[in-house]
Structure formats: C-alpha cells, structure tokens
C-alpha cells in the first residue's frame, strides 16, 4: 500500500543553518505531495504541495522537490528561524482521495 | 476563510461512558476526516466521509463509529471509551480531487479516566 517514511523524528539547530527533513514514498502513479507544519496546541496546516516530477513545491521559505525517480520530497529551508519550531509532516494523496502521512519531525530551532 | 471547528476543545470522560466529538466545516468541502494523534506520534486515519449520510472506515476504525448527517457536521463516537482512547482528535475537511491540501480543526483532547 502507499506510504510515507520520515526518517529523522527530530532535527536540532541553531538559528540560520540550513534544514533539510528527509521524506521519501511509495505510490503508484502521481500522487500530490505535501508538507503540513503543527504548532503546539494547534492542527496541523498545509504549507505547500507538489504535483508532479520535477515541480518545486514552497511557501515561508521553505521549499521541496518533486523527485519521482527517487520517490522523494525533501524539505529544506536555508536559514531556520527560532520561530521556525514546530512538527513537519509530510503527506500524500492519492488518486482514490486517500491520504497518507509521515510520523512527522520535531524541528528544534536554538537562538 | 476556510473553517473547521471542533467541540469540545477538551474532555474528560469515564471508561466505559460515552463520548461524541464534534466537527463542523464551512468550506463546503465534500471530504470530511477524523484522526487521532498520540503524545509524539503522528496522525492515524480512523474514519471519514465523502457525503453526506456515508462514512468510511480509516487505518483504525476499532472502538469508534462516525456520523456525517449533513456535509456540514461529521461526528466520532466512542460507545465504550476506553483508557486507550486518550489522545487528541482532530477533524479534516477538504475539496475532492488529489492535488488539494487538507483544513484541520483545532482539536479536541480527550482523556480517559
């Protein structure tokens, strides 16, 4: 069945270095792609999608790529924030509407 | 905006007793969802909904039943909470079609006492 692998539960840095959260899957076809940040206390919220090989997804800052030949759509972000802390998810979707998440990432920003 | 709300925020309930979450969208979505997420882990499907009066059955249906009697309100009931059932639960809404992202509530915490 289809699935999503996150493979870092947790990623620490330090104010302006550079993040990449690695997230790879297993689809048939060309499911949508996505990655969704939760905050404490709050649902998660969509930050971008990609729907294609080769398309770059981003939003705040953050940004990922379409990788159909690796099965991957790695976050990345070159200078993390404090205010950047938060849980990352990344999801997919598939073409019977099926949603598929990550176990997420805990992203621990130090100032 | 796009809005999805969930009641209650929090709960307390007694094993055993019965226990009914609440959710209601108005971004006149037809997918409606309901996850639970425990304390460092993530998000697990446990039932959902394309229309009204029809509900699905998601990765983790045992011990819960869900509701859908408008496209507006979909509802998760415990029948016979149980202390594993503490968790934070939180409802989806969301336009048909693969390419589009999910709206989520704020949640609702429930502890199983």
């Known amino acids: 069945g289809d699935s999503v692998t996150q493979t870092e539960g947790q990623v620490a840095l330090s104010e302006e270095d550079f993040l990449t959260i690695h997230c790879n899957y297993s689809?048939?076809?060309?499911?949508?792609l996505f990655w969704y940040v939760q905050y404490p206390g709050e649902g998660p919220q969509f930050l971008f999608r990609?729907?294609?090989?080769?398309e770059k997804g981003s939003s705040r800052g953050f940004e990922a790529t379409y990788n159909k030949e690796a099965t991957s759509f790695h976050l990345q972000k070159a200078s993390v924030q404090e205010s950047d802390s938060a849980v990352y998810y990344c999801?997919?979707?598939?073409?019977?509407?099926?949603?598929?998440f990550g176990d997420g990432t805990q992203l621990v920003v130090k100032p | 905006e796009a809005a999805v709300t969930q009641s209650p925020r929090s709960k307390v309930a007694v094993t055993g007793g019965k226990v009914t979450l609440s959710c209601h969208q108005t971004?006149?979505?037809?997918?409606m969802y309901w996850y639970r997420q425990d304390t460092g882990h993530g998000l697990r499907l446990i039932h959902y909904?394309?229309?009204?009066?029809?509900?699905e059955k998601g990765d983790i249906p045992d011990g819960y039943k869900a509701s859908r009697p408008s496209q507006e309100n979909f509802s998760l009931i415990l029948e016979l909470a149980s202390l594993s059932q503490t968790a934070v639960y939180f409802c989806?809404?969301?336009?048909?079609?693969?390419?589009?992202?999910?709206?989520f509530g704020p949640g609702t915490r429930l502890t199983v006492l």
């Open positions: 989806a809404s969301r336009r048909t079609g693969a390419s589009y992202e999910q709206y």
């Open positions: 689809a048939s076809g060309y499911p949508a």
């Open positions: 990609a729907s294609r090989d080769k």
């Open positions: 999801a997919l979707s598939d073409y019977n509407n099926r949603i598929f």
């Open positions: 971004n006149n979505h037809d997918y």
């Open positions: 909904s394309y229309v009204a009066d029809s509900t």
